[in-house]
């Protein structure tokens, strides 16, 4: 293993028959998937330019054109609900959750950053991530948005999402931003209530407030990917793919630890 972030063997095998067959005509391929996916996850560790990936990697073009392809065909995606499901049972849950957290995070945008916006609460140029955790932390679903949209329109966008695909869920909980129509209106469209956990009036300093601290945590895990630092994708849904990546590899990580 050349770098922390590679696969190892057994992390390999767990979502080696998630790619496709060899083609049993053509030309062979040069570079097996487990090293085109290793230049994946260097770039999203490092933060490294495509174009700077190091040499004992495959070709920069060749990594970005199959993580293109990945992104397009929605191939990440579906590792990424692989290992979330299997996460799930190790825990002694059951693959859909019925529960989970709802959160947004702004980050700044680099000058190749695609649409951007203004968060003035934030004071951040750049773009917001909205995402929804399940109980264990476990990413469900993430939207990219400029930053200057506000959490509960950005929450309308990314729950309509959800509840799509996972119409198991019948709670979810969230800070003081997303409170007032939001609630309602999520009643009216589904199944699942939206909590809003508040602080305690005059209370003073930092306090971990129930449930909350499960997405607040999710964004630490993310946080030590430094691809995700800054958001440097012109589409937003590269920067979704990039964001399903880590966490792919932090899930990879904990399963065969478990």
Known sequence: MRYTH???????????????????TGRPRK????ELLNGCLYV????????????DLPPWATVYHYFRQWTNTELLERIHTHLREHIRLLEG??????????DSQSVKGSETCGERGYDAGKKINGRKRHIVVDTLGLLLMVLVLPADVQDRDGARQLLTRVFAVYGTLRCLWADAGYAGRLV?????????VLQIVRRL???????????????ERTFGWLGRYRRLSRDYERRAKVAEAMV???????MLAR????
């Open 6 to 24: 590679d696969l190892t063997d057994t992390q390999w095998n767990l979502i080696a028959y998630c790619f496709p067959p060899p083609a049993k």
């Open 31 to 34: 570079h097996s998937y487990r």
């Open 44 to 55: 999203v560790r490092t933060s490294c330019q495509w174009r700077n990936l190091p040499k």
């Open 93 to 102: 849950r059951k693959r859909q959750p019925t529960a989970g957290s709802i």
């Open 184 to 192: 309602l209106w999520v009643a009216g469209i589904s199944r699942c």
């Open 201 to 215: 009036a005059g209370e003073p300093g930092f306090k971990v407030l129930p449930r909350r601290w499960v997405v």
């Open 244 to 250: 399903g990546l880590a966490m792919s590899r932090l």
């Open 255 to 258: 399963w065969v630890k478990n």
